[in-house]
């Protein structure tokens, strides 16, 4: 095994097991062996391999994407920035998302396109929730992050008819065909020889699952010993639906089941009954939420888009809600996800002290660690995996540097993270991704866009174009080609 020793670091951001918290260190040095830190600290006097030199850089723990949507995501852009449905909740689930969906031979590019995304801006780890399909272990592990698959499967589909009322059809057979193939997916996660695959279930929706498929998920999670994960209090839609069903909120019916346990991911986790938007006084969802122990994976920038915004992130974390952060949607800038946590709840709350940049870090690092049921990652320690970045302390937009991490997440972003190592292999070099042909699958992803948009008005249930579904931001002028 390889000893890296990255010397005289400017500045590394350290595990303090006794504070339980990061901790800034000055002129530091930084040391792995094989896919392990071994050294973290002053003054390194053993045997390396390789010197790095550290001057000018800040070594900070990889940063944890909780929850999003790699395989289809990226074939989305130009077209869902501004569009949600007006007499639906304004969200774009039910009326845009099922017309705007990239083949499934799409995927494995659509998927390195994100990932090259999420290393580009420090993500080492990612919860890739995607449908099942061939070979998906194998795509993600080549791309070097470190991967959890978590397959989805749904008892129903959703669709709109008219724009205002939504329509379930349930096909309990086809979901228990599905609900196999995602144990495959989980199987050949959990064998795969990199090392660095794991997985978790989704039942897709609280909306759309069987009391029973949802059960069996939990019963199949707790004897494979992994997370489960479930999109629930994501729309006014959905609370409305599940509460005309059970008269319950969507929470209170999670714990009807028996599902909101500490071993529960709540995606999004936006609608409780206490939300602004909503008038349901007779449930105390925060509460039993909090009690629960459940995490929820916030992700705001797929819903701030729309107007739409948790209520809010320190009211949760403060409570002890333990919140991981995701990007769900397209761009995959994990840096630029924690500006808009920070933003989205200090406006949510009209207090500048609503989410501090210590939580929503925590939020991507070791929180997102812990709904993991781990301890090795997301965090830079002695015995911990090499998943790191090395950040450009002099770059332009990084000075002056006297808080590098406030300097980072709300001037620099990505622009300023040169090099990131996952399981102690390099995978970014001076910002470029060494494991992804980025430009192949860029060309790949825009091949299946143009193929998806040419047939929306097939799908769409007003048999409207593309241009009148998603229109450009200005019309393209008479005698032009376009893109």
């Known amino acids: 095994?390889?000893?890296?020793?990255?010397?005289?670091?400017?500045?590394?951001?350290?595990?303090?097991?006794?504070?339980?918290?990061?901790?800034?260190?000055?002129?530091?040095?930084?040391?792995?062996?094989?896919?392990?830190?071994?050294?973290?600290?002053?003054?390194?006097?053993?045997?390396?391999?390789?010197?790095?030199?550290?001057?000018?850089?800040?070594?900070?723990?990889?940063?944890?994407?909780?929850?999003?949507?790699?395989?289809?995501?990226?074939?989305?852009?130009?077209?869902?920035?501004?569009?949600?449905?007006?007499?639906?909740?304004?969200s774009s689930l039910y009326e845009y998302m099922p017309v705007f969906r990239l083949g499934i031979e799409f995927a494995p590019y659509a998927n390195q396109v994100a990932i090259s995304e999420m290393l580009k801006s420090g993500v080492t780890t990612v919860v890739d929730m995607s449908l099942p399909r061939p070979g998906w272990a194998d795509v993600v592990a080549e791309t070097g992050i470190r991967g959890v698959l978590g397959p989805m499967f749904r008892s129903a589909s959703w669709k709109t008819n008219d724009g205002h009322s939504v329509e379930y059809s349930w096909d309990e057979p086809a979901a228990r065909k599905s609900f196999q193939a995602a144990l495959d997916v989980v199987d050949s996660a959990m064998k795969h020889?990199?090392?660095?695959?794991?997985?978790?279930?989704?039942?897709?929706?609280?909306?759309?699952?069987?009391?029973?498929?949802?059960?069996?998920?939990?019963?199949?999670?707790?004897?494979?010993?992994?997370?489960?994960?479930?999109?629930?209090?994501?729309?006014?839609?959905?609370?409305?639906?599940?509460?005309?069903?059970?008269?319950?909120?969507?929470?209170?019916?999670?714990?009807?089941?028996?599902?909101?346990?500490?071993?529960?991911?709540?995606?999004?986790?936006?609608?409780?009954?206490?939300?602004?938007?909503?008038?349901?006084?007779?449930?105390?969802?925060?509460?039993?939420?909090?009690?629960?122990?459940?995490?929820?994976?916030?992700?705001?920038t797929v819903f701030v888009r729309r107007g739409i915004a948790l209520n809010f992130l320190g009211r949760y974390l403060r409570a002890g809600i333990n919140v991981g952060i995701g990007t769900d949607t397209f761009p995959h800038n994990m840096l630029d996800e924690l500006r808009t946590a920070c933003y989205v709840a200090r406006l949510q709350a009209g207090n500048f002290k609503a989410a501090s940049t210590q939580e929503v870090f925590d939020a991507a690092t070791v929180n997102g660690a812990k709904i993991l049921g781990r301890d090795d990652i997301g965090r830079l320690a002695p015995g911990c995996k090499a998943d790191f970045s090395l950040v450009d302390l002099t770059h332009d937009y990084m000075r002056p540097c006297r808080e590098p991490l406030r300097s980072l997440i709300y001037s620099a972003g990505d622009r300023a993270v040169r090099d990131v190592y996952v399981d102690g292999r390099q995978v970014v070099r001076d910002g470029q991704v060494l494991t992804i042909d980025v430009d192949r699958a860029l060309a790949e992803v825009e091949r299946g866009q143009q193929l998806n948009i040419a047939t929306v008005s097939q799908r769409d249930y007003a048999g409207r174009d593309i241009d009148a579904m998603s229109p450009r931001v200005y019309p393209l002028a008479a005698g032009g080609t376009g893109v």
């Open 1 to 90: 095994m390889q000893t890296l020793h990255f010397k005289n670091l400017s500045m590394v951001l350290a595990w303090d097991a006794d504070a339980g918290s990061h901790v800034y260190l000055a002129d530091a040095d930084l040391v792995i062996r094989g896919n392990e830190i071994v050294h973290v600290g002053p003054a390194y006097a053993g045997p390396a391999d390789q010197a790095i030199d550290g001057r000018g850089r800040m070594a900070m723990p990889g940063l944890i994407n909780i929850h999003t949507h790699p395989s289809s995501e990226p074939g989305n852009r130009g077209l869902l920035e501004e569009l949600g449905s007006e007499k639906l909740g304004q």
């Open 193 to 300: 020889p990199s090392g660095r695959l794991s997985a978790m279930l989704c039942p897709s929706q609280i909306d759309t699952c069987s009391p029973e498929l949802l059960k069996d998920a939990q019963a199949e999670a707790r004897r494979l010993d992994i997370p489960l994960q479930i999109h629930a209090a994501q729309s006014v839609v959905e609370f409305a639906e599940m509460t005309r069903r059970h008269g319950r909120t969507p929470i209170e019916w999670l714990d009807d089941l028996g599902l909101l346990d500490s071993r529960l991911i709540i995606g999004h986790g936006i609608f409780l009954n206490d939300h602004p938007a909503l008038f349901w006084p007779q449930a105390d969802d925060f509460e039993r939420l909090r009690k629960s122990g459940a995490h929820v994976a916030h992700c705001p």
